[in-house]
């Protein structure tokens, strides 16, 4: 290279090294940032607060200097970055740390890192390990941390090892602002035990002469780190500090540790040198009688191998005894529920005929004593399950007044027929919608109310739900029964809750029942972490209390508690006449927290009075006026007939009358008087509001719906004829399917076992919309007769119908392909309309109709439009993408994150009204959670074509409403 050249080139690197930003290189090869640079100039004198007893890591000798391990690595970062430590002197430990938490000092050098002091500092990589030890008198017998329960532990305050026995709390503790002064104390017997670092703790013992004390380790698998602790709004230094330590290299580090680490020196061999000779006089002793002790040893391992064999046997036996048991169980039960099918089928034809009252009543007594003797079925079926352990608690959204109807609807014909009285109050904080296993908490009230009324003569029985606590979304209620029935002695309150027992004999030949409604409700209430107590009086009467913690469903309780705060309310005149004080406040309390005014009285002339006087007095006019049927003397439609007739009245209001049980005769006489709206008692919360709602032309919200006016009617027919192809061996049970299949409009194709109704498909497949198939039939079973039928067609729906209700049934049906299903003995209306619905949704499919039928959601939702829209909204925008994830995991055979996804998506369709789309989706969830490849793709096809048509459909309706 010529020289000029060179030169040009030494200049350019000159020019270079100029021009380079400031902070991208250092002393040492370190590497520091622009911001880090910027930290360092305009904070260059950096305050440390130490321990100054806490050697060899870090202390103040006798010259004042500050020495130690923490204090060679903060000479050599200081070195490394031209930072200044200044220690802050004077100090203890405790009031060092407390002057860090406060900001008076920037650095703790010396700290083992806790989750506890990990909120308050920003903490450094670590730079030195260390081991925890006990330290105890060498006349001690303590061993491992275990035996220092319920002992006092002295240790230094404020240091890791102090945040580190908190999590002990068997443990007490001794604080001692030095470690030095905490080991004197165990030294002199003040203290049993101390806990600290090995470092220390050998150092100082060296140092004071304390020759009486041993080290015992612990955790020996386990280190112990020191870090800097920065406070934390300084984020930078702590960078700063890290690239430091980094930089230093092991050579530097073995000569601090060196320097102050030395144990090998100084340790007491006393202790050990005892043991050895314990243990060597030990060992002759074992030797003398070693042969004797061998002889009895071998003997005690044959008589145990004799034990374990024995246990092994018993063992095998009682599997063998309970899978006898779970077999009988389900035979039992198929036994039993098929006769009973044909019994409450047969009993609901002849109903339906023309009879006499009196023939109409053994009828009811006919179906009683069925429904009786299924729940005892249903009961020991239950109790086996619990026994088993195979008993699940489902989460799900349900409406706490649609429970409680349901339950009221349930108990109220043996409430009538006792003729006793039935009081009802809800609290009206407890919300409406919660998440929980609504079917067990109806089950658990059903027994509780139940007994309750079969033990109670006269008087009454009330049921009581109360907000007992609040924690967040999580709500505690009450469930008090209450009844002025026979009660009970300790000695049958203690015998309650055990199974097949009642309070004694007299009691179960009077009164019936399987003893085990009680024993399984206490099961199921302690899997839901609730509580249930008893209190009684023997002739007065028993208390029962079910305490249950629910979450809030707070998506649909807001919905229903904006419609309760809706403005038309507040607008709204109430006048409520009703005799029974506890019903009137009752009344009250629900009407004034929908936010409406009301006054109350148990006169009808008073009634009357204030209706004449509300305009002629400066209050407005009544709106609604609320009457209970039993209050006037000559009864309600008399009364209101009076009031129609009364000139004196300038503005009718609304009327709506409260109806006695059991009297679903009157609903048909409203309309005759001039009556606008009918609710049957007692009252529940939701139905009283949807009452209003309607009555004033509002918008309904979710809950429960009304009670109808004039009853239940009978199922509309179908549009056009159906034939359905019932394969059923027992001939009343096809005779009562047939029969039912007729109201509707379907005709029926009947065989009598799994290889005819095979043949029968093959020749009518055409005209067949539907196949009921019992699941035991002789020559092929249902479950073959399924499986050979889906080979022919996959789209066919199969409803299973079925005696067995043992665990694992249902899942095994949708294994062979049938994904609907019918316990026997099904409720003869509930029948109909499970099959009438399915033939409805398959002509859909086969007409190429929508996807989603939107009546069926709706009524899903309480008839709550506004929550409607809203789910459909968000179930648009939450799986906008799930057809796509979904063929990309079955593409790549990752069967369980596919299961994921189809079981996320299950429920919310079968919600929303798209039930084609749920059943396909449970039919390939269990293909993909059991890997039958075979299933998996034409179900996936399936699936997905449902759910992209699904979503344009939600995507077209959501243009439209913009």
């Given at each position: 290279m010529r020289p000029g050249r060179f030169c040009v080139a030494i200049l350019a690197l000159v020019l270079l090294a100029a021009v380079a930003p400031p902070g991208f290189g250092a002393a040492d090869g370190i590497v520091w940032t622009e911001v880090e640079l910027l930290f360092m100039e305009k904070h260059p004198v950096?305050?440390?607060?130490?321990?100054?007893?806490?050697?060899?890591?870090?202390?103040?000798?006798?010259?004042?200097?500050?020495?130690?391990?923490?204090?060679?690595?903060?000479?050599?970062?200081?070195?490394?970055?031209?930072?200044?430590?200044?220690?802050?002197?004077?100090?203890?430990?405790?009031?060092?740390?407390?002057?860090?938490?406060?900001?008076?000092?920037?650095?703790?050098?010396?700290?083992?890192?806790?989750?506890?002091?990990?909120?308050?500092?920003?903490?450094?990589?670590?730079?030195?390990?260390?081991?925890?030890?006990?330290?105890?008198?060498?006349?001690?017998?303590?061993?491992?941390?275990?035996?220092?329960?319920?002992?006092?532990?002295?240790?230094?305050?404020?240091?890791?090892?102090?945040?580190?026995?908190?999590?002990?709390?068997?443990?007490?503790?001794?604080?001692?602002?030095?470690?030095?002064?905490?080991?004197?104390?165990?030294?002199?017997?003040?203290?049993?035990?101390?806990?600290?670092?090995?470092?220390?703790?050998?150092?100082?013992?060296?140092?004071?002469?304390?020759?009486?004390?041993?080290?015992?380790?612990?955790?020996?698998?386990?280190?112990?780190?020191?870090?800097?602790?920065?406070?934390?709004?300084?984020?930078?230094?702590?960078?700063?500090?890290?690239?430091?330590l980094a930089s230093i290299d092991e050579s530097e580090k073995l000569a601090i540790s060196n320097r102050w680490v030395a144990l090998e020196a100084d340790v007491n061999y006393g202790p050990i040198l005892r043991v050895v000779l314990g243990v060597g006089a030990a060992v002759a002793a074992v030797l003398i009688v070693s042969f004797f002790w061998i002889a009895?040893?071998?003997?005690?391992?044959?008589?145990?191998?004799?034990?374990?064999?024995?246990?092994?046997?018993?063992?095998?036996?009682?599997?063998?005894?309970?899978?006898?048991?779970?077999?009988?169980?389900?035979?039992?039960?198929?036994?039993?529920?098929?006769?009973?099918?044909?019994?409450?089928?047969?009993?609901?034809?002849?109903?339906?005929?023309?009879?006499?009252?009196?023939?109409?009543?053994?009828?009811?007594?006919?179906?009683?004593?069925?429904?009786?003797?299924?729940?005892?079925?249903?009961?020991?079926?239950?109790?086996?399950?619990?026994?088993?352990?195979?008993?699940?608690?489902?989460?799900?959204?349900?409406?706490?007044?649609?429970?409680?109807?349901?339950?009221?609807?349930?108990?109220?014909?043996?409430?009538?027929?006792?003729?006793?009285?039935?009081?009802?109050?809800?609290?009206?904080?407890?919300?409406?919608?919660?998440?929980g296993d609504a079917k067990r908490i109806e089950?658990?009230?059903?027994?509780?109310?139940?007994?309750?009324?079969?033990?109670?003569?006269?008087?009454?029985?009330?049921?009581?739900?109360?907000?007992?606590?609040?924690?967040?979304?999580?709500?505690?209620?009450?469930?008090?029964?209450?009844?002025?029935?026979?009660?009970?002695?300790?000695?049958?309150?203690?015998?309650?809750?055990?199974?097949?027992?009642?309070?004694?004999?007299?009691?179960?030949?009077?009164?019936?029942?399987?003893?085990?409604?009680?024993?399984?409700?206490?099961?199921?209430?302690?899997?839901?972490?609730?509580?249930?107590?008893?209190?009684?009086?023997?002739?007065e009467g028993t208390t029962v209390i079910v305490s249950l913690a629910l979450p809030v469903d707070r998506e649909k309780e807001d919905v229903y508690k904006k419609a309760l705060s809706a403005r038309q309310f507040r607008e709204l005149r109430a006048l409520v006449l009703e005799k029974t004080g506890a019903n009137m406040n009752l009344i009250e309390s629900y009407l004034c927290s929908f936010g409406m005014q009301c006054e109350l009285t148990s006169s009808e002339t008073s009634a009357v009075s204030i209706l004449e006087a509300a305009e002629r007095t400066f209050a407005r006019p009544f709106d609604l006026l609320i009457v209970d049927y039993e209050t006037p003397s000559k009864g309600g439609f008399q009364f209101v007939d009076a009031l129609r007739r009364s000139g004196k009245i300038i503005k009718m209001p609304k009327i709506m009358m409260l109806l006695p049980m059991m009297r679903e005769d009157l609903f048909n006489q409203l309309a005759e008087h001039g009556i606008d709206m009918g609710i049957g008692k007692p009252i529940i919360p939701s139905i009283l509001l949807n009452a209003v709602l309607d009555l004033f032309n509002l918008k309904a919200v979710s809950g429960c719906s009304r009670r109808a006016e004039k009853g239940e009617k009978e199922p509309a027919k179908l549009e056009k004829p159906r034939t359905v192809l019932l394969a059923e061996d027992n001939k009343t049970n096809q005779l009562v399917a047939k029969s039912l299949l007729e109201q509707v409009g379907a005709g029926t194709i009947i065989a009598g076992d799994g290889e005819e109704a095979v043949k029968l498909y093959q020749e009518n497949r055409d005209v067949i919309d539907l196949i009921l198939m019992d699941l035991h039939m002789p020559v092929m079973d249902g479950y073959e007769a399924a499986e050979k039928i889906r080979e022919i067609s996959p789209d066919v729906p199969i409803v299973a119908m079925t005696a067995d209700v043992v665990l694992g049934v249902r899942d095994k049906c949708e294994r062979y392909g049938m994904y609907h299903y019918i316990s026997?003995?099904?409720?003869?209306?509930?029948?109909?309309?499970?099959?009438?619905?399915?033939?409805?949704?398959?002509?859909?499919?086969?007409?190429?109709?929508?996807?989603?039928?939107?009546?069926?959601?709706?009524?899903?939702?309480?008839?709550?439009?506004?929550?409607?829209?809203?789910?459909?909204?968000?179930?648009?925008?939450?799986?906008?993408?799930?057809?796509?994830r979904l063929e990309e995991a079955v593409r790549a055979g990752r069967y369980a994150d596919a299961a994921h996804i189809v079981h996320k998506i299950a429920s919310s369709s079968g919600s929303i009204g798209a039930s084609a789309l749920h059943e396909t989706a449970a039919a390939l969830y269990t293909a993909l959670k059991n890997g039958k490849g075979d299933d998996i793709l034409p179900l996936k096809d399936r699936f997905v074509t449902l759910l992209r048509k699904l979503l344009k459909e939600l995507e077209t309706s959501e243009r439209l409403a913009e």
């Amino acid at each position: 290279m010529r020289p000029g050249r060179f030169c040009v080139a030494i200049l350019a690197l000159v020019l270079l090294a100029a021009v380079a930003p400031p902070g991208f290189g250092a002393a040492d090869g370190i590497v520091w940032t622009e911001v880090e640079l910027l930290f360092m100039e305009k904070h260059p004198v950096i305050r440390v607060g130490i321990d100054p007893g806490f050697v060899p890591f870090e202390f103040i000798d006798e010259n004042g200097e500050y020495k130690g391990i923490s204090a060679d690595y903060i000479a050599l970062i200081s070195e490394k970055t031209g930072l200044k430590f200044e220690v802050v002197g004077g100090l203890t430990w405790p009031e060092a740390y407390d002057l860090a938490l406060n900001g008076g000092i920037d650095v703790l050098p010396a700290v083992g890192k806790t989750s506890e002091r990990e909120q308050r500092f920003l903490f450094s990589e670590p730079y030195y390990y260390y081991k925890r030890v006990i330290v105890t008198r060498d006349t001690d017998t303590i061993s491992g941390i275990g035996d220092l329960a319920g002992q006092a532990v002295a240790v230094q305050r404020n240091s890791s090892h102090h945040s580190y026995l908190l999590s002990f709390q068997h443990i007490n503790l001794s604080l001692y602002d030095s470690v030095e002064a905490a080991l004197t104390a165990v030294a002199t017997g003040e203290e049993r035990a101390f806990v600290g670092n090995l470092a220390t703790t050998n150092y100082l013992i060296r140092s004071n002469g304390l020759t009486n004390l041993r080290f015992v380790a612990f955790e020996a698998e386990k280190h112990h780190s020191l870090h800097f602790a920065v406070r934390k709004d300084w984020p930078e230094l702590v960078s700063i500090i890290n690239k430091a330590l980094a930089s230093i290299d092991e050579s530097e580090k073995l000569a601090i540790s060196n320097r102050w680490v030395a144990l090998e020196a100084d340790v007491n061999y006393g202790p050990i040198l005892r043991v050895v000779l314990g243990v060597g006089a030990a060992v002759a002793a074992v030797l003398i009688v070693s042969f004797f002790w061998i002889a009895r040893l071998r003997r005690e391992i044959r008589r145990r191998k004799e034990i374990q064999a024995d246990l092994e046997k018993a063992k095998r036996e009682a599997e063998e005894a309970n899978a006898f048991k779970s077999k009988f169980l389900a035979r039992m039960s198929h036994e039993i529920r098929t006769p009973l099918s044909a019994i409450t089928g047969m009993s609901y034809l002849l109903k339906k005929t023309e009879t006499t009252l009196t023939q109409r009543m053994y009828i009811d007594r006919i179906m009683q004593a069925a429904s009786i003797m299924l729940s005892i079925i249903n009961d020991i079926l239950d109790f086996s399950k619990i026994e088993a352990g195979k008993v699940q608690i489902e989460t799900a959204s349900f409406s706490m007044d649609q429970l409680i109807q349901d339950v009221v609807n349930i108990v109220s014909y043996r409430i009538n027929e006792q003729k006793i009285g039935f009081r009802l109050s809800k609290d009206p904080d407890v919300p409406n919608w919660f998440f929980g296993d609504a079917k067990r908490i109806e089950q658990i009230l059903l027994n509780v109310l139940s007994n309750a009324v079969k033990f109670t003569q006269e008087g009454e029985v009330s049921l009581d739900i109360r907000l007992i606590a609040k924690e967040s979304d999580t709500y505690h209620i009450s469930f008090t029964v209450r009844d002025t029935g026979i009660g009970m002695t300790e000695e049958q309150i203690e015998k309650l809750f055990k199974p097949f027992e009642q309070g004694d004999s007299s009691i179960t030949r009077r009164f019936g029942g399987s003893g085990l409604g009680l024993a399984i409700v206490k099961s199921f209430v302690d899997m839901m972490g609730g509580e249930i107590k008893v209190f009684s009086t023997s002739g007065e009467g028993t208390t029962v209390i079910v305490s249950l913690a629910l979450p809030v469903d707070r998506e649909k309780e807001d919905v229903y508690k904006k419609a309760l705060s809706a403005r038309q309310f507040r607008e709204l005149r109430a006048l409520v006449l009703e005799k029974t004080g506890a019903n009137m406040n009752l009344i009250e309390s629900y009407l004034c927290s929908f936010g409406m005014q009301c006054e109350l009285t148990s006169s009808e002339t008073s009634a009357v009075s204030i209706l004449e006087a509300a305009e002629r007095t400066f209050a407005r006019p009544f709106d609604l006026l609320i009457v209970d049927y039993e209050t006037p003397s000559k009864g309600g439609f008399q009364f209101v007939d009076a009031l129609r007739r009364s000139g004196k009245i300038i503005k009718m209001p609304k009327i709506m009358m409260l109806l006695p049980m059991m009297r679903e005769d009157l609903f048909n006489q409203l309309a005759e008087h001039g009556i606008d709206m009918g609710i049957g008692k007692p009252i529940i919360p939701s139905i009283l509001l949807n009452a209003v709602l309607d009555l004033f032309n509002l918008k309904a919200v979710s809950g429960c719906s009304r009670r109808a006016e004039k009853g239940e009617k009978e199922p509309a027919k179908l549009e056009k004829p159906r034939t359905v192809l019932l394969a059923e061996d027992n001939k009343t049970n096809q005779l009562v399917a047939k029969s039912l299949l007729e109201q509707v409009g379907a005709g029926t194709i009947i065989a009598g076992d799994g290889e005819e109704a095979v043949k029968l498909y093959q020749e009518n497949r055409d005209v067949i919309d539907l196949i009921l198939m019992d699941l035991h039939m002789p020559v092929m079973d249902g479950y073959e007769a399924a499986e050979k039928i889906r080979e022919i067609s996959p789209d066919v729906p199969i409803v299973a119908m079925t005696a067995d209700v043992v665990l694992g049934v249902r899942d095994k049906c949708e294994r062979y392909g049938m994904y609907h299903y019918i316990s026997k003995p099904f409720h003869p209306e509930r029948f109909v309309e499970t099959v009438k619905e399915i033939l409805l949704q398959s002509g859909h499919e086969k007409a190429g109709g929508s996807v989603l039928d939107r009546g069926m959601g709706l009524r899903n939702m309480g008839g709550n439009e506004e929550l409607y829209r809203k789910v459909l909204g968000e179930y648009l925008g939450e799986n906008r993408e799930t057809p796509d994830r979904l063929e990309e995991a079955v593409r790549a055979g990752r069967y369980a994150d596919a299961a994921h996804i189809v079981h996320k998506i299950a429920s919310s369709s079968g919600s929303i009204g798209a039930s084609a789309l749920h059943e396909t989706a449970a039919a390939l969830y269990t293909a993909l959670k059991n890997g039958k490849g075979d299933d998996i793709l034409p179900l996936k096809d399936r699936f997905v074509t449902l759910l992209r048509k699904l979503l344009k459909e939600l995507e077209t309706s959501e243009r439209l409403a913009e």
